[in-house]
């Protein structure tokens, strides 16, 4: 188990599209759980290959307070949506920074766990919210894309000012 490096927005690498993966062997499944406690130290409820620099089709998510209830999930797919409905939204990947995205209210979706068995759900509510979101990762989207260019302009101005003085200090 190992934490990884998030990468931070406006990192190139984070608008690159993963690959499926091809076979769920030990490489994978160390990625998913060292992605899992890279999650878990950071306080995020999914995370997405692409955040971790790694381009490949894999997510992990736990919506559960007691943060014990992991999904896998390789390959995942959106197979159908309806309604619409907004909510605040934050990543990982853009600290600091949370704002009302509007997404489909209801999604299904089908999934690899890491035993190889596919897997469909219906979800609603966060866990809706939560696939569209990490899969926009997978495909090198953020939810910062759904925002006015001039809101998105002013996010990065600040992030990349940040990044300035982190740099300062190191
Ligand atoms: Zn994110």
Redesign the pocket.
Known sequence: MAILDILHFPDPNLRKKARPVETIDARIKTLASDMLETMYKEGGI???AT?VNVQKRVVVIDLSELRNEPMYLINPEIISSEGVEQMQEG????PDYYDLVERAEKVSFRYLNLAGEAKEVNADGLLAVCIQ??ID?LDGK??IDYLSPLKRQRLRKKLEKQDKLQAQIL
């Open positions: 999914g995370l997405a955040q990543c990982l990947s853009v979101h990490e990762h953020l939810f």
